[in-house]
């Protein structure tokens, strides 16, 4: 099997959590999220972990290498062999660029960039009313896509709970740093010729197969 690098881009609310979820149960490939190696760390109480609750509770980044360390163990593990799905990293060029280098350390493919379009005027309502689940940690939405019971997982049966940065105030200062450090990378990719766009108006279902679509087109060539 050749080995399938994917990085989900989008802003804060298009669905990349989602997505990578989907597409590391059909691809069989490991979604990695620095975001919940985080909240790993907060959950553990750690000296680590009591940092980075105030820095995701003020809408701050984590800086970047602290990431890059999280990411180099983790696409080091056996389990990323045969590929990856990165979800919320890289979030600005620098990152970007670090990465290339872990990925040729490790003698990888080059990654395949997918943009989940998003009108900003959809992203505040969306992550506003998200659920996620604290023991699985499945995405759900009060509107958009809830749960069967109220607050229960669909998944393992774990309560689901409001993230405490999914408060307006605090998203819409995620949104300006998305704006500013991470929208350039859609440059970065295209320039590269491993960005694919696919529109996230549409439903889940039809969303996972426009990004296996973009994924193969590109991993083709």
């Given at each position: 099997m050749a080995h399938l690098g994917c990085i989900l881009l989008g802003a804060p609310g298009s669905g990349k959590g989602t997505q990578a979820k989907i597409l590391h149960r059909s691809l069989r490939i490991p979604h990695i999220s620095?975001?919940?190696?985080l909240r790993s760390e907060v959950q553990k109480k750690s000296a680590l972990g009591l940092k980075v609750s105030e820095i995701l509770a003020s809408g701050q980044l984590v800086n970047d290498d602290l990431m890059k360390e999280l990411v180099r163990v983790r696409l080091g593990e056996s389990d990323a062999v045969n590929g990856y799905i990165l979800d919320g990293y890289p979030r600005n060029k620098s990152q970007a660029e670090?990465?290339?280098q872990i990925i040729q350390s490790l003698k990888y493919f080059s990654p395949v960039a997918v943009y989940i379009e998003l009108p900003e005027s959809n992203l505040l309502a969306r992550i506003v009313g998200r659920l996620s689940c604290g023991s699985c940690g499945s995405i759900f939405h009060e509107v958009l896509?809830?749960?069967?019971?109220?607050?229960?997982?669909?998944?393992c049966g774990g309560d689901l709970m409001k993230r405490k940065?999914?408060?307006?105030?605090?998203v819409k200062k995620r949104l300006e740093i998305y704006r500013e450090e991470t929208a350039p990378?859609?440059?970065?990719y295209k320039a590269r010729g491993v960005l694919q766009?696919?529109?996230?108006?549409q439903k889940i279902e039809q969303i996972t197969k426009d990004i296996e679509a973009a994924l193969k087109t590109v991993s083709a060539k």
């Open positions: 620095t975001g919940d190696i670090v990465l290339d896509n809830p749960p069967k019971v109220a607050l229960v997982c669909d998944s940065d999914d408060t307006e105030s605090t990378l859609l440059d970065f766009t696919v529109s996230g108006l």
